[in-house]
């Protein structure tokens, strides 16, 4: 008997491609299997004006919540989310069971379609001292809705403007094009994952723009006491110790609160460097440390370096 895995994902395009990627991997090491794509919309994708504190988990569970329910009642075996989007303390009876191999961790500021027909410029690095290439600023707000990357876009840039945006990201350049914004930040990884190639736009070094926690990285959700020895094929063991040693730093911050923070780790060799940032709130300075060390005490850096934020913070 043919064993099926129905593989459970938000409907937005971002969300389908990612969960086709994984399903590739899947099907290309276990062509004895049968991969079902299953899509469902979440609470965020019906109701967009909602603001993310809305949601539970800092608002990470208006992505999160529906698929969760799904593959407790058994309608889906496994999830695909963007790890980013998952929240810190997860449900004993879903856990995560695998994450892929990572991709780009960056945020890119992306440009409105210039007027002019032809090659579209590349996509560049940011460097450090660098001005922003945004004409006429603050005319049109740049469109982002994260605290994360609005405090330091602004530390970068304050004579900006920032304005919230939802939706998904082909409505999101759809309102960039129209002039309702002047740029946009989002992860580079969705827009290589769509495959988007006609923008002109630049990457921020992890440095100028920490990253989410986990971002670039898609995870596996299952149910406990299943057998998902299949997805060796896909885990990436170096991803998992990367992103975990973030979610660390995070849920040591808190997790679970309404407050801009980020974390970044790299492992090198023995060797792993952890950057991350934290705010007490939208309006508040952040701080910024960064710590290194040997990979096998990634935990104790990790939670290290947020004490040592929330005792920059205490101090102010």
């Known amino acids: 008997m043919v064993r099926e895995i129905r593989f459970g994902t938000r409907e937005s395009d971002l969300a389908v491609a990612q969960t086709r990627l994984v399903m590739g991997i899947i099907a290309k090491a276990h062509p004895e299997f049968s991969l079902r794509l299953v899509t469902m919309k979440t609470r965020g994708d019906l109701y967009p004006e909602l603001p993310l504190e809305s949601g539970g988990a800092g608002g990470k569970d208006l992505f999160t919540g529906a698929l969760e ?24 009876l879903l856990p995560i069971v695998g994450m ?9 500021l992306i440009l409105p379609k210039a007027p002019e027909t032809g090659n579209p410029e590349n996509f ?21 809705s994260s605290m994360r990357r609005r405090i330091q876009l602004l530390v970068r840039a304050p004579e900006l403007t920032v304005a919230p945006i939802r939706g998904n990201v082909p ?15 989002l992860a580079a990884a969705g827009i290589q994952r769509l495959g988007i190639k006609d923008r002109r736009g630049y990457y921020f070094s992890v440095r100028d723009m920490v990253p989410a926690a986990g971002q670039g990285v898609l995870a596996l959700q299952g149910r406990r006491g299943e057998d998902y020895a299949f997805l060796d094929a896909l885990r990436d063991p170096v991803t998992e110790e990367e992103a975990g040693t973030e979610r660390r730093v995070i849920r040591t911050l808190g997790g679970g609160c ?9 492992i090198s060799g023995t060797e792993i460097v952890i950057i991350a940032i ?39």
């Open 69 to 92: 329910q799904a593959l407790l009642k058994n309608e889906v075996d496994l999830c695909v989310h963007s790890l980013k989007d998952m929240a810190m303390e997860q449900d004993d």
């Open 100 to 108: 892929a191999k990572r991709g780009d961790p960056r945020d890119m």
């Open 124 to 144: 560049t690095e940011l460097s450090p001292g660098r001005a922003l290439p945004l004409r006429q600023p603050g005319i049109a707000p740049v469109g982002c």
């Open 171 to 185: 409505t999101r350049l759809a309102k960039l094009d129209q002039g309702q914004f002047g740029a946009l930040i």
């Open 258 to 266: 309404h407050f801009p923070a980020a974390a970044f780790a790299r």
């Open 278 to 316: 934290y705010a007490a709130g939208a309006a508040s300075p952040f701080y910024r440390e960064e710590i290194s060390g040997d990979r096998d005490r990634k935990f104790e850096l990790a939670e290290s370096l947020a004490r040592r934020l929330l005792s920059g913070r205490e101090e102010q």
